[in-house]
């Protein structure tokens, strides 16, 4: 079972939005999807009240029981366990990163984001995972997205060459209890969604 970490200790950074789009893009594929919600505010869980499929599977968690819901997890037959992080949460973030395959950061292209970009990034190397960094939340014709990229590249982790836009499908397609590839399969989101979802999937194989 492959498991990926969203992490990121700045709030609203797009940790869920992109932690249920992956799922619903892995879902999708075929696979068997977990996502754990490690946050208090429980917001993915909350999403899966919306749905009736029963693929992704989400359960709500903390840290020192993650390890056992990821077991639970593979003994269900999971391919994939995304795990939702909450914000200020050091202790469970590193759990999270320390048991994933791959960390994601999402991060937003604004200096409040990038200033706090260090506190994620030491959670990251003190677990020694592969991490890849994420743009989200980026405005067509700006140039902070590639400013941002540009400030990443300093830290050692990749950024991944596909950015997500600043779109309202990603806003809308939660609220209905979806995520954009099912909403809008044919829309710039998905696409960002689908590609972000490949990417993920190479850095993934090469780690392991
Ligand atoms: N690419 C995007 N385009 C437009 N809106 C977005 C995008 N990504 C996230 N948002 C919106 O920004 C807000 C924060 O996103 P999200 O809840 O995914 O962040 P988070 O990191 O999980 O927050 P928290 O730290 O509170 O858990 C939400 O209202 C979400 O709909
Ligand atoms: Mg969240």
Redesign the pocket.
């Known amino acids: 079972m492959q498991t990926i970490a969203?992490i990121?200790q700045?709030?609203?950074?797009?940790?869920?939005?992109?932690?249920l789009n992956l799922a619903i893009a892995a879902a999708k594929r075929g696979k068997q999807v977990a996502v754990i919600d490690l946050?208090p505010?429980q917001?993915a869980s909350r999403w899966s009240r919306l749905r009736s499929a029963e693929n992704p599977v989400i359960v709500g968690g903390h840290g020192p029981n993650l390890a056992t819901l990821l077991e639970r997890a593979k003994d269900g037959g999971a391919d994939i366990a995304f795990i939702?992080?909450?914000?200020k949460s050091e202790n469970a973030a590193l759990t999270a990163a320390r048991l994933s395959d791959l960390v994601i950061i999402?991060c937003q292209p604004s200096n409040l984001d990038l200033d706090a970009i260090a506190d994620t990034i030491n959670i990251a190397n003190l677990a020694k995972r592969p991490t890849l960094f994420v743009l989200?939340?980026?405005r067509a014709s700006s140039a902070l997205p590639d400013q941002a990229a540009e400030a990443l590249a300093e830290y050692k982790a990749p950024v991944a060459d596909v950015r997500?836009?600043?779109?309202?499908?990603?806003?809308k397609s939660?609220?209905d209890g979806k995520g954009v590839v099912e909403s809008e399969p044919h829309g710039a989101?998905a696409r960002e969604v689908e590609r972000l979802h490949a990417t993920v999937q190479h850095h993934v194989k090469k780690a392991s």
């Open positions: 969203i990121s700045k709030g609203g950074s797009g940790k869920t939005t992109i932690t946050d505010q917001s939702d992080t909450a914000p999402p989200n939340n980026c997500l836009g600043n779109r309202v499908a990603f806003v939660l609220a989101a």
